[in-house]
């Protein structure tokens, strides 16, 4: 089946509420036309993240009511570090309460000022956790990655061309370590697959340089190497999972992904050395290491959600629903990212809003025009979000794609949703020619697109 539908049935409806378009109207004045600052429950579908907005199953909730909150060596903790040791193979198990400060602990610890992290593509806090180290994040993935029409089954591989040049124009010395991010986020969810991992093990080992894996979407990674890669057609998921982990040395994990929770995240090792000193910082700035700034209920979910996550049924439903809003979207010729990732569907709003200009913000007037008619909320990832002044001239750097990301929340959403996405999209489509471009009257020297603020420039 192309589409699976639900492999679930609902046992707790939390009700969304209808607002009018005059009401959404108001909302973005106020708001600024940022769609971070409209309150939540004016919003009716919700697709500004997968991050820590997935529904827990009923065995979740269930494992929350045993939560044992002792201090030090709570139960809960243990069932945590059997489950994630028995997907991820590594020696060690240090909780923490969301990914970014797994990268915090990992990078404080291991990166020095000088020294250069290859990922495929780095997530936007990994990025800044490197950065704060004063070491460089260097972005290798392979050059198809870029092309928003390329269709191929693994766009986040690694260019092991690259890899290889940069390590000797660098020197192993300066390189702590290698990271995969799976899939990757930041080029659209993309998956990477089990040769070029395997490849990437293989060159790292020549240099005696360890690799470590971005993973917090883990398991929809290795759904796409079951669905696309010769030779795992016929193995489960854990089997993938176990095979891929077992070419790295340790992973960062925001749990807030395919942990399936709402807060949580971790960092697994081998290296004794390294985390003897991250278990001493942990303890500072997080906690003790039996609970890493979570309480113990919050790692039975954990321990629970990884489980689950693993289910073929689960994950077939999961990036069939994704597939089939791009998929909807695509047979109606409004111009999407290709091919669809695991988590979400990216709009190509340059391709939508021909007339507007770059200057004039089309995927912000994009996501702003998709909430005003429909209720619906994306996030912009364009030039909003990362453009840049050129020091030199004071003009704008724009990037080479706009998008307005459609993040899927993991099992909240029925399909009836989805296609109410969908159809709002593909009518939006065609009165696209009305849809004003913006101008910003407020940017904050860092991380803009968090607290902009625009104002809508005359109709054409
Ligand atoms: C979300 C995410 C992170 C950071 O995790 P948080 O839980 O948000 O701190 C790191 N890397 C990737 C690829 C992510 O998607």
């Not at 090792?269 to 700035?285: A, P």
Request: charged share 25%; with cysteine; hydrophobic share 40%.
């Amino acid at each position: 089946m192309k589409f699976p539908s639900e492999p679930f049935k609902i046992k707790v409806v939390e009700p969304i509420r209808r607002t009018t378009r005059e009401e959404r109207e108001r909302l973005l004045r106020e708001s600024g036309y940022n769609l971070f600052h409209v309150p939540a429950d004016s919003v009716y579908v919700d697709l500004l993240t997968d991050s820590g907005t997935a529904a827990m199953s009923d065995n979740q909730w269930a494992g929350m009511m045993l939560g044992d909150e002792s201090y030090a060596g709570s139960k809960n903790y243990y069932h945590f570090e059997d489950a994630v040791r028995s997907i991820f193979g590594y020696k060690h198990v240090i909780p923490t309460h969301q990914g970014r400060m797994a990268e915090n602990l990992l990078f404080s610890t291991v990166v020095k000022s000088g020294m250069s992290v290859p990922n495929n593509i780095h997530f936007d806090t990994t990025r800044a956790n490197v950065e704060h180290q004063g070491a460089q994040a260097l972005d290798l993935v392979i050059k198809e990655a870029y092309d928003p029409h390329r269709e191929i089954p693994f766009k986040g591989n690694m260019d092991l061309v690259r890899l290889e040049e940069t390590i000797n124009r660098i020197g192993r010395d300066r390189i702590p370590l290698v990271m995969i991010t799976i899939t990757n986020n930041s080029g659209g969810g993309q998956p990477v697959s089990m040769d070029n991992i395997r490849k990437t093990r293989a060159l790292v080992n020549r240099y005696g340089i360890p690799l470590l894996f971005d993973a917090c979407r883990f398991a929809e990674n290795c759904f796409f190497i079951k669905e696309r890669e010769p030779g795992y057609a016929d193995k489960a998921i854990l089997e993938i999972a176990r095979e891929l982990f077992s070419y790295g040395d340790g992973c960062t994990m925001s749990a807030k992904k395919d942990g399936l929770v709402n807060i949580g995240g971790f960092l697994s090792l081998n290296n004794d050395q390294w985390v003897q000193d991250i278990t001493n910082m942990l303890i500072l700035v997080e906690g003790f290491p039996t609970y890493g700034g979570l309480a113990g209920r919050d790692l039975e979910a954990m321990a629970r959600g990884l489980k689950e996550v693993l289910e073929e049924d689960y994950l077939a439903f999961r990036i069939g629903q994704v597939r089939y809003l791009g998929d909807l979207l695509d047979k109606a010729g409004v111009p999407i990212l290709k091919p669809v990732g695991g988590h979400a569907v990216y709009l190509n709003a340059k391709e939508f809003l021909t007339h507007i200009p770059p200057s004039q913000f089309p995927a912000q007037a994009l996501a702003v025009a998709l909430y005003r008619e429909y209720g619906i909320r994306g996030v912009e990832i364009g030039t909003v979000m990362f453009g840049k002044k050129d020091p030199a001239t004071g003009r704008t750097i724009y990037p080479e794609l706009e998008m307005v990301r459609l993040a899927i929340p993991r099992r909240v959403y029925t399909n009836m949703q989805i296609t109410y996405v969908a159809e709002s999209i593909i009518e939006l489509h065609r009165i696209r020619e009305s849809i004003p471009g913006l101008t910003m009257t407020y940017e904050a020297p860092v991380l803009r697109h968090f607290t902009a603020r625009f104002e809508e420039l005359p109709p054409r």
